[in-house]
């Protein structure tokens, strides 16, 4: 308990309101929360530098260069006037460095700056030199005396401010200063630990108070990486320890029905239904199934695969495992086109099978809804297909035993949380994704699951080539459409908008389809389709293009997923510039589904960025989904690829980079299982928590100031 006692006291510290620190008072600590969310002392520490200036140079006015984005130059103001007068009032000094002179010139806060210089007294000018009219000039530098400059690190902290912080005159000087107010505190140097003792031991770690001190003041770059390094671990560490304490929790807690039985119906069509081998990849990943439906404990396994890889087939074996066992199965897909899609898959195989398979999506009429609601609840319909018309308070199975989300990340946790509810014992979840996603990601955004990666395409299927062309050369895309259409094959092309922005200079779709039309109306149809058409045209539209009475389909992104035309052969995709990686990736996926050679055509403009151009030739280089998207968050970083699987990161990240901190997480997962064996309390609510053990009072302060208000969605997957 004293342990206990002792740690609070430090956290109390650490959460004291920012108002009463030193400098900031009742309206400063409100502009701080509202600006850059500063809350406590804690937020403040915390709010870590995006760079450093290296300080440690002076320059002589003489010295000066355009280019150069700071200077630092020491000296003394021969003269401050005041001039002008309203709107165009502004101070202007003139400044020397024993040799030379510029001038120096506030446009705000005029009186106070004014009043707190003075001529002939040595200060330090830290701002960008600007050349007009043959004179060096500073615009609102940061002044400061050669003693206090002396006294600070010589690595000057940069710090990620808000448009609106700036206008509230927060710089990286008045943070700095704040943060300082704090390290003078006599409390600051006993701060309680974050790490536990053995953990810090084992790692050698830098202790809390001088790592923060560190991270704003370094004294050389070789401490800040120290410094940063501790940091790093911490975030990684206590996010690993979040999602495994709950993943053990629910491998222990929450039971699953067991599926003993391979029989008839996968057997059957294992044998003498499937009309081609399983890949090895395949083979590997059911197997990993069949152990999970084995064990009482409920099944919470991620299956990615790359396009074309075979997922769903991975699927239909999974409810085949529950429908031989006497239990019911569902599909969940993201769009009606996916869901029906599949449905028209496995209905061919279940109608040999004598299996009973329903659709259920929001168009389905209440006449059929009706019948299908009947079929489940006395257990007669044992598959169901559908979208998220699945969740809905009046869809109730007689007996759930495997629930598979098909593209889950186009799915809110909430909503496959209601999946989960359907039946009185847990159903086995398999949540998929045609979204390869790095590996650091996935053990961050899905640790708490298990993983399976079907890492092998069938065999009999040919590299899609792909091909960077410039607009001046749009003629040679047209070519290669009209060659595969005069083959009888098809063809898609995507634009990246739905009308015309002249903000933007691209071609939308609807100009796009109206130059399809001219080049290949004449011999072939058209079809066309975007995400603000009805659902009834769009179907419609697609329905066109998947029978084969239309050749080319021009759409907007909406055909990223789950689109399966094996006639189609070639994929143009134009102001590819504007696309991300992953999503270049999805949308080539659309062809080489067939056994005919296949082409995707990247349209962009020839004057891009060296970052976009890479992007490009990356996608000519490489088929494989799993490197396109580790170097799709190098380059574009784990938010904004997570942004395009449309929820965002379940952490801030303020120190960690996913994209290139793989190994320190690795080590941090790896310490979080150490810390779970240590103290198998953490991942068990039966056992209440020994406070006398200030490692594990660490442990606990930590973990609930960082996720005691989030809701735990890890028994749901």
Same mark, same amino acid.
């Given at each position: 308990?004293?342990?206990?006692?002792?740690?609070?006291?430090?956290?109390?510290?650490?959460?004291?309101?920012?108002?009463?620190?030193?400098?900031?008072?009742?309206?400063?600590?409100?502009?701080?929360?509202?600006?850059?969310?500063?809350?406590?002392?804690?937020?403040?520490?915390?709010?870590?530098?995006?760079?450093?200036?290296?300080?440690?140079?002076?320059?002589?006015?003489?010295?000066?260069?355009?280019?150069?984005?700071?200077?630092?130059?020491?000296?003394?103001?021969?003269?401050?006037?005041?001039?002008?007068?309203?709107?165009?009032?502004?101070?202007?000094?003139?400044?020397?460095?024993?040799?030379?002179?510029?001038?120096?010139?506030?446009?705000?806060?005029?009186?106070?700056?004014?009043?707190?210089?003075?001529?002939?007294?040595?200060?330090?000018?830290?701002?960008?030199?600007?050349?007009?009219?043959?004179?060096?000039?500073?615009?609102?530098?940061?002044?400061?005396?050669?003693?206090?400059?002396?006294?600070?690190?010589?690595?000057?902290?940069?710090?990620?401010?808000?448009?609106?912080?700036?206008?509230?005159?927060?710089?990286?000087?008045?943070?700095?200063?704040?943060?300082?107010?704090?390290?003078?505190?006599?409390?600051?140097?006993?701060?309680?630990?974050?790490?536990?003792?053995?953990?810090?031991?084992?790692?050698?770690?830098?202790?809390?108070?001088?790592?923060?001190?560190?991270?704003?003041?370094?004294?050389?770059?070789?401490?800040?990486?120290?410094?940063?390094?501790?940091?790093?671990?911490?975030?990684?560490?206590?996010?690993?320890?979040?999602?495994?304490?709950?993943?053990?929790?629910?491998?222990?807690?929450?039971?699953?029905?067991?599926?003993?039985?391979?029989?008839?119906?996968?057997?059957?069509?294992?044998?003498?239904?499937?009309?081609?081998?399983?890949?090895?990849?395949?083979?590997?990943?059911?197997?990993?199934?069949?152990?999970?439906?084995?064990?009482?404990?409920?099944?919470?396994?991620?299956?990615?695969?790359?396009?074309?890889?075979?997922?769903?087939?991975?699927?239909?074996?999974?409810?085949?495992?529950?429908?031989?066992?006497?239990?019911?199965?569902?599909?969940m897909a993201p769009t009606e086109i996916l869901a029906t899609q599949h449905y028209n898959t496995l209905r061919s195989w279940c109608v040999r099978l004598g299996v009973n398979i329903g659709l259920l999506t929001g168009s389905t009429p209440k006449k059929e809804r009706r019948f299908i609601d009947e079929a489940l609840r006395d257990g007669s319909m044992q598959i169901l297909v559908g979208t998220h018309a699945l969740?809905?308070?009046?869809?109730?199975?007689?007996?759930?035993?495997?629930?598979?989300?098909?593209?889950?990340?186009?799915?809110?946790?909430?909503?496959?949380?209601?999946?989960?509810?359907?039946?009185?014992?847990?159903?086995?979840?398999?949540?998929?994704?045609?979204?390869?996603?790095?590996?650091?990601?996935?053990?961050?955004?899905?640790?708490?699951?298990?993983?399976?990666?079907?890492?092998?395409?069938?065999?009999?299927?040919?590299?899609?080539?792909?091909?960077?062309?410039?607009?001046?050369?749009?003629?040679?895309?047209?070519?290669?459409?009209?060659?595969?259409?005069?083959?009888?094959?098809?063809?898609?092309?995507?634009?990246?908008?739905?009308?015309?922005?002249?903000?933007?200079?691209?071609?939308?779709?609807?100009?796009?389809?109206?130059t399809v039309q001219q080049i290949f109306g004449a011999k072939y149809r058209i079809a066309y389709v975007h995400g603000q058409m009805k659902p009834a045209e769009k179907d419609y539209q697609m329905q066109l293009f998947a029978s084969g009475e239309a050749q080319v389909l021009v759409a907007t992104t909406v055909i990223e997923v789950g689109v399966n035309v094996p006639n189609a052969t070639v994929m143009v995709i134009?102001?590819?510039?504007?696309?991300?990686?992953?999503? &270049?990736?999805? +949308?080539?996926? $659309?062809? *080489?589904?067939?056994? %005919?050679? =296949?082409?995707?055509?990247?349209?962009?403009?020839?004057?891009?960025?060296?970052d976009t151009r890479r992007r490009l030739e990356l996608m000519t280089q490489t088929t494989d989904g799993f490197e396109i998207a580790e170097a799709d968050m190098k380059m574009r970083g784990p938010g904004d690829i997570e942004g395009t699987m449309q929820s965002g990161l379940p952490f801030n990240l303020r120190m960690a980079s996913l994209a290139k901190d793989s190994d320190i997480l690795t080590l941090a997962r790896?310490?979080?299982?150490?810390?779970?064996?240590?103290?198998?309390?953490?991942?068990?609510?039966?056992?209440?928590?020994?406070?006398?053990?200030?490692?594990?009072?660490?442990? &606990?302060?930590? +973990?609930?100031? $960082?996720? *005691?208000?989030?809701? %735990?969605? =890890?028994?749901?997957?």
């Amino acid at each position: 308990c004293r342990h206990s006692a002792q740690a609070q006291v430090m956290t109390s510290f650490l959460s004291s309101d920012i108002k009463y620190l030193k400098g900031v008072g009742e309206k400063l600590g409100k502009q701080l929360n509202a600006d850059l969310q500063i809350r406590t002392f804690r937020d403040l520490l915390y709010y870590f530098p995006s760079r450093f200036i290296d300080r440690s140079r002076f320059f002589s006015i003489a010295e000066f260069n355009a280019e150069m984005p700071y200077v630092q130059v020491q000296g003394s103001f021969m003269r401050l006037v005041v001039e002008g007068e309203g709107a165009k009032r502004r101070l202007a000094g003139l400044f020397s460095d024993g040799v030379n002179n510029m001038e120096v010139v506030w446009f705000s806060r005029i009186t106070a700056i004014s009043n707190s210089l003075r001529i002939g007294v040595p200060y330090v000018l830290f701002g960008k030199p600007t050349r007009f009219n043959g004179h060096w000039s500073m615009a609102h530098p940061e002044i400061s005396s050669p003693e206090s400059v002396k006294e600070q690190s010589p690595f000057y902290a940069v710090y990620p401010l808000s448009e609106k912080a700036r206008k509230h005159n927060f710089t990286a000087k008045s943070l700095r200063r704040l943060v300082n107010n704090i390290f003078q505190l006599p409390r600051f140097s006993g701060i309680a630990e974050t790490l536990p003792a053995f953990i810090r031991e084992q790692m050698q770690l830098m202790p809390l108070a001088e790592a923060l001190r560190t991270c704003h003041f370094p004294a050389s770059p070789q401490v800040l990486e120290a410094a940063r390094y501790r940091f790093k671990f911490e975030e990684l560490y206590y996010i690993q320890l979040h999602l495994l304490r709950f993943s053990r929790q629910r491998r222990r807690d929450i039971h699953g029905q067991v599926f003993p039985k391979v029989g008839d119906c996968f057997n059957t069509f294992y044998r003498q239904i499937l009309p081609f081998d399983l890949t090895d990849a395949q083979k590997r990943v059911i197997k990993e199934i069949r152990g999970d439906m084995l064990t009482g404990k409920q099944m919470n396994r991620l299956l990615q695969g790359d396009v074309g890889s075979g997922k769903t087939l991975v699927a239909f074996l999974t409810t085949l495992l529950a429908v031989d066992n006497g239990a019911q199965a569902a599909i969940m897909a993201p769009t009606e086109i996916l869901a029906t899609q599949h449905y028209n898959t496995l209905r061919s195989w279940c109608v040999r099978l004598g299996v009973n398979i329903g659709l259920l999506t929001g168009s389905t009429p209440k006449k059929e809804r009706r019948f299908i609601d009947e079929a489940l609840r006395d257990g007669s319909m044992q598959i169901l297909v559908g979208t998220h018309a699945l969740i809905e308070d009046t869809v109730k199975f007689k007996n759930l035993g495997v629930a598979i989300i098909d593209e889950q990340h186009r799915f809110g946790v909430a909503q496959r949380a209601r999946m989960w509810s359907k039946n009185t014992t847990a159903p086995h979840m398999l949540v998929m994704t045609a979204t390869p996603i790095p590996r650091t990601l996935a053990m961050t955004l899905y640790g708490d699951l298990d993983v399976s990666v079907i890492d092998q395409l069938p065999p009999g299927r040919k590299p899609i080539t792909t091909r960077l062309y410039y607009q001046e050369k749009k003629e040679e895309v047209w070519r290669l459409v009209a060659s595969r259409l005069r083959l009888g094959q098809q063809a898609y092309v995507v634009y990246p908008l739905i009308k015309e922005n002249e903000k933007i200079d691209l071609r939308s779709v609807e100009e796009g389809y109206r130059t399809v039309q001219q080049i290949f109306g004449a011999k072939y149809r058209i079809a066309y389709v975007h995400g603000q058409m009805k659902p009834a045209e769009k179907d419609y539209q697609m329905q066109l293009f998947a029978s084969g009475e239309a050749q080319v389909l021009v759409a907007t992104t909406v055909i990223e997923v789950g689109v399966n035309v094996p006639n189609a052969t070639v994929m143009v995709i134009d102001g590819a510039e504007r696309f991300g990686l992953s999503q &270049l990736h999805q +949308l080539r996926g $659309r062809v *080489g589904r067939g056994a %005919d050679m =296949s082409f995707c055509a990247l349209v962009a403009k020839y004057k891009m960025s060296a970052d976009t151009r890479r992007r490009l030739e990356l996608m000519t280089q490489t088929t494989d989904g799993f490197e396109i998207a580790e170097a799709d968050m190098k380059m574009r970083g784990p938010g904004d690829i997570e942004g395009t699987m449309q929820s965002g990161l379940p952490f801030n990240l303020r120190m960690a980079s996913l994209a290139k901190d793989s190994d320190i997480l690795t080590l941090a997962r790896q310490k979080a299982a150490e810390t779970l064996d240590r103290y198998p309390q953490l991942s068990d609510k039966t056992q209440p928590p020994q406070h006398s053990d200030k490692d594990l009072s660490t442990i &606990l302060a930590e +973990l609930d100031y $960082r996720f *005691g208000h989030s809701i %735990d969605w =890890s028994a749901i997957s």
